[in-house]
T-cell receptor
Framework: QKEVEQNSGPLSVPEGAIASLNCTYS??????FFWYRQYSGKSPELIMS????GDKEDGRFTAQLNKASQYVSLLIRDSQPSDSATYLC????????????FGRGTSLIVHP | KAGVTQTPRYLIKTRGQQVTLSCSPI?????VSWYQQTPGQGLQFLFE???????NKGNFPGRFSGRQFSNSRSEMNVSTLELGDSALYLC??????????????FGPGTRLTVT
């Protein structure tokens, strides 16, 4: 069964630190990878997408993709209390439907 | 550009009733996907509509149905509600054109409570 796995957390980091969120997936031919942020009681918000091996940076966020090892990670530099949320990893698996499969999410807590 | 809108935002229904939820995608987006989110199961894909046709379907019973109109607005219907249908129902729109690179943008969701 094609799956996307995330550690549920919570991951607790102090303000100003780097938060590292990881996601593994089972399908070797996965094509697209997305990170969403979801605040409690709100809907998911797309923050990063990555399609090729390597790093992609956007402000304080860096997505890292390693297709050979089948993992994608999200680094948040200079973490702020406002970054406290659940981060969902989504992967478009093979099969042609292009509908992403979502992980269960990692809860991040940034404490002052 | 306005985001994805969903109505109603909150809904309380009784077991056995039916419910219709509405979604208006971002202007220009032609694909609308529906998801159910619960604490126990996470985000589960229901179905996707594109050009008024259901293009993909998740693993949900036939009580869950949907449709899309010519203006890309979409509705989903749940008949014979069960307690387990209590969830946040999310609509996501995308502009199909890049295949697997299509980015989905979520609406605020409809919180359905079945009593």
């Amino acid at each position: 069964q094609k799956e996307v796995e995330q550690n549920s957390g919570p991951l607790s980091v102090p303000e100003g630190a780097i938060a590292s969120l990881n996601c593994t997936y089972s399908d070797r031919v996965s094509q697209s990878f997305f990170w969403y942020r979801q605040y409690s009681g709100k809907s998911p918000e797309l923050i990063m997408s990555i399609y090729s091996n390597g790093d992609k940076e956007d402000g304080r966020f860096t997505a890292q993709l390693n297709k050979a090892s089948q993992y994608v990670s999200l680094l948040i530099r200079d973490s702020q209390p406002s970054d406290s949320a659940t981060y969902l990893c989504a992967v478009t698996l093979s099969g042609g439907s292009y509908i992403p499969t979502f992980g269960r999410g990692t809860s991040l807590i940034v404490h002052p | 550009k306005a985001g994805v809108t969903q109505t109603p935002r909150y809904l309380i229904k009784t077991r056995g009733q039916q419910v219709t939820l509405s979604c208006s995608p971002i202007s220009g987006h032609r694909s609308v996907s529906w998801y159910q989110q619960t604490p126990g199961q996470g985000l589960q894909f229901l179905f996707e509509y594109f050009s008024e046709t259901q293009r993909n379907k998740g693993n949900f019973p036939g009580r869950f149905s949907g449709r899309q109109f010519s203006n890309s607005r979409s509705e989903m219907n749940v008949s014979t509600l069960e307690l387990g249908d209590s969830a946040l129902y999310l609509c996501a729109s995308s502009w199909p054109g890049q295949g697997a690179k299509d980015e989905q943008y979520f609406g605020p969701g409809t919180r359905l409570t079945v009593t």
